[in-house]
């Protein structure tokens, strides 16, 4: 069993920035592929970026050259930075983390990130 707890949301204004984190705690593999997802109110839950155990990273287009992914696997901590924040970027945003080769998932409760235009 594997929980996730998200921090590091809030309200912020357009342009502003947030750093998210996502603490893991449990039985963690060395081969999982953590990320960040996120779903605005009556939209479907869209990726937003991902990072894997060897350090290769995916960016959805909306973010991209905004964000940037890490982590820390000595905290099983991932991290996700966020710039130039804009109002569309207002939504839920969960951890998500993914078992390599099963591909069995676990993800968080959420944490809100709103941006005031």
């Known amino acids: 069993q594997v929980q996730l707890a998200e921090s590091g949301g809030g309200l912020v204004q357009a342009g502003g920035s947030l750093r998210l984190s996502c603490e893991a705690s449990g039985s963690i593999s060395r081969f999982v592929v953590m990320g960040w997802y996120r779903q605005a109110p009556g939209k479907q839950r869209e990726l937003v970026a991902t990072i894997n155990s060897g350090g290769s990273t995916n960016y959805a287009n909306s973010v991209k050259s905004r964000s940037t992914i890490s982590r820390d696997i000595s905290k099983n901590t991932v991290y996700l930075q966020m710039n130039s924040l804009k109002p569309e970027d207002t939504a839920v945003y969960y951890c998500?983390?993914?078992?390599?080769?099963?591909?069995?998932?676990?993800w968080g409760q959420g944490t809100q990130v709103t941006v005031s235009s």
């Open positions: 998500q983390v993914r078992r390599f080769f099963s591909g069995v998932e676990y």
